[in-house]
């Protein structure tokens, strides 16, 4: 079935929908060779139409273990060549069999070539993806409907839950936490408590936790003004790590400030450097937003990562308080297990504090 992507600038890039499902989101794009499946699940894309560089999608098919959530929270997805037939051993469904029983809508045959250097042309944009016959007035209305801004309030879970373990008790604030981060903060040692996004500050301090974890999650951290308040409570209280989503909280709560990158950072490749010890390490990235160095002045706060490519931060941590976070995700695992130190590093810390 023929169908087409529109963007809002105007451009058109034609390929072939598998299903008439309308899709309207901000169009990204992911430069992952592999990890089709975790881009699909990441809460992180909630609200997003991602749009897959690597030309080959599918070819070693679905599983449920690769899974970073319940559901998938893609508003679409775009890829040049769709792999219908896997080969894997642990594959339990092809990638169209997996789109459709989910209900993504997916454009595939696209020059995503082009689609990508148009984003990095122009910057991220709203996108719709339709059917060839859509209208003028169905394309009008789709590109009409309000941006969203409670993606965060969409993918938090709606009640408490726990990962018990023997050791240091953790409150983790769940703003769309990948499953992988989960399992990296039990393997550590931790104790997990998982909370939803407005939880407040009393509800954590008031129990006994030796430390607090900010979980990445999508959109713009301005967006959420009742989390910013609740980590600016904690801080000083105990010892907390963020990543992604997280980290720009922590910024935003200590004074700083934060802005929209012009087509963000979204793969499995991307080198950052550590200041303290000079390597560079090869990171996963999901964020379309970055910590103002500038308004980090004067507010007690080291830079201790940075983006190779474009200088941005990718890590901080306070001089004398026990709290650090990264912009990248350790648990992502492309180095393969370069940066799952950071973990230990947070076990560590909560030993020491407590």
Known sequence: MIGKLILEDGSVFAGEVISRERAVGEVVFNTGMTGYQEVLTDPSYCGQIVTMTYPLIGNYGTAAVYDQAI?????????????????????????????????????????????????????????????????????????????????????????????????????VLDYGIKRNILNSLAKAGCDLTVFPADTLAADILGRDFAGVFLSNGPGDPKDVPKSIQTVKELMGKKPIFGICLGHQLLALAAGADTYKLKFGHRGANHPVKDLATGRVYITSQNHGYAVDEATLDGRDYVVTHRAVNDGTIEGMKHRQLPIFSVQYHPEAAPGPDDNTYLFDEYMTLLRKEG
């Open 71 to 171: 559901k998938s929270y893609v508003r679409g997805f775009v890829i040049s060549e769709l792999a219908g037939d896997p080969s894997n051993w642990q594959a339990e469904c092809s990638l169209p069999q997996y789109l459709l029983s989910r209900g993504i809508p997916c454009i595939h045959g696209v020059d995503t070539r082009a689609v990508t250097r148009r984003i990095r042309s122009a910057g991220t944009m709203k996108g719709i993806i339709v059917p060839a016959e859509a209208g003028a007035e169905e394309i009008k209305e789709l590109f009409g409907r309000l941006p969203e801004i409670e993606v965060v309030a969409e993918v938090t879970p709606k009640e408490v839950y726990r990962m018990p373990a023997e050791g240091p008790r953790v409150a």
